[in-house]
């Protein structure tokens, strides 16, 4: 019997194998949790449903967190077939790709710094709004995903790099709002791993490179790992942590100067 068994969860980000939030699901399918799943749009319908097939779930929704009204239709649609939920898992994030190219001060927009925040940021704290009565008395988890962005520039990471810093103190408050109600909210910095998100930003794989020799590890980490790890903080292993950025990166967040081989 796994870490999660008899847990429900909802994991929002599915969009393919290479996915971090795919690493997620079967972790957490794996330690035998329950696991529902959304779309964002008509394109990604049968892909998402044939992911989610594969994770033992038939339970999969549409949801633009854009529309107030798809995130409140999610859970009156979950709450039809799960009397309650355990963990939300928050893998979405989005700034429009023209803005991830080039000198922040020069190209950034109001409608691209807007949109970053919107879905990458206030998404969260919508879901988690929306989902506090299936969640309420079941000492839960609330996940999300951010990644070293937050806290240092980063080549052609620009406006979501603030969006992910919005996303980091919005786990802190969340945390602080959330927690007499027995609900525990967290975030997983990962190191850069090679998904289709990561695809839009420009020399992404020569940032892997560089990446993997100036970590501790000497090496990237993995969706597997990052899936790991989300298990775990979702699990009552981890009764006692909330308000944290989890980093699984390898160490590299633990370095200055890192290695003087490619020096």
């Keep these: 019997m796994g870490f999660l068994a ?28 329950e696991l529902a799943f959304t779309y964002q749009n008509e394109k990604l319908k049968d892909r998402v449903i044939k992911f989610a097939e594969g994770w033992g ?26 009397d309650g939920i355990d963990g939300i898992v928050h893998c979405l994030a989005y700034a429009p790709a023209h803005e991830l190219h080039g000198n922040y001060v020069d ?7 807007l949109t970053a925040h919107e879905i990458s940021s206030y998404s969260f704290v ?30 052609n990471y620009n406006v979501m790099g603030l969006a992910k810093a919005s996303l980091e103190a919005n786990v802190r408050y969340m945390a602080a709002s959330l927690g007499p109600d027995g609900t525990r909210v967290n975030a997983i910095s990962a190191g850069p ?39 775990f903080l979702c699990s009552d292993l981890a009764s006692g942590i909330s308000g944290e950025i989890l980093y699984v990166d390898g160490g590299f967040n633990t370095t200055a100067m890192g290695s003087l081989e490619q020096a």
Excluded at 57 to 80: A, H, K, M, N, R
């Design 6 to 33: 008899g847990k429900r969860i909802l994991i929002l980000g599915v969009a393919s194998k290479l996915s971090i939030a795919s690493g997620i699901a079967a972790a957490m399918h794996r330690e035998g949790a």
């Design 57 to 82: 779930s038939e339970l999969v929704y549409p949801c633009d967190v854009t529309e107030d009204q798809q995130i409140s239709d999610l859970f009156s649609g979950l709450s039809e077939s799960w």
């Design 107 to 113: 190209i950034t927009t109001r409608e691209g710094f």
């Design 126 to 155: 919508a879901l988690a709004q929306a989902g506090k009565e299936l969640m309420a008395g079941r000492n839960g988890s609330l996940l999300t995903l951010s990644y070293l962005g937050a806290m240092r520039s980063l080549p």
């Design 193 to 231: 791993i090679k998904t289709l998100a990561a695809a839009g930003i420009k020399s992404f794989r020569k940032m892997l490179e560089y990446n993997a020799g100036q970590t501790p590890l000497r090496r990237n980490v993995t969706i597997e790992e990052v899936g790991n790890a989300a298990a």
